[in-house]
């Protein structure tokens, strides 16, 4: 009786004992945690100084929004911050 053959073997990347390592990401730079500390406090001393009457042009809506406009600022910076 002849011997058959059977399935030829076929190396195949698709299967890996070990998986691919991530690549690490660099960190942030030192300073970016202090400078948005910073502007998120700029941010809030605009807002109190507004309403201290101490901003030039005596208490004005356009201070406040943009007081909350640097708050908003640090958050989205926060985001980042790895």
Known sequence: MPKS???Q???SSGYNLAPARKKRHKGS???YGPAILAV???GVFVIVANYMGIMP???KPLWLFA???LIA???VGTM???
Do not use: S
């Open 80 to 82: 980042f911050w790895y």
């Open 40 to 42: 998120m406090g700029v």
């Open 57 to 59: 042009g005596d208490t």
């Open 29 to 31: 730079p030192r300073w």
């Open 73 to 75: 600022l640090g958050f």
């Open 67 to 69: 007081g909350l406009g």
């Open 9 to 11: 073997k076929r190396r």
């Open 5 to 7: 053959k059977g399935r």
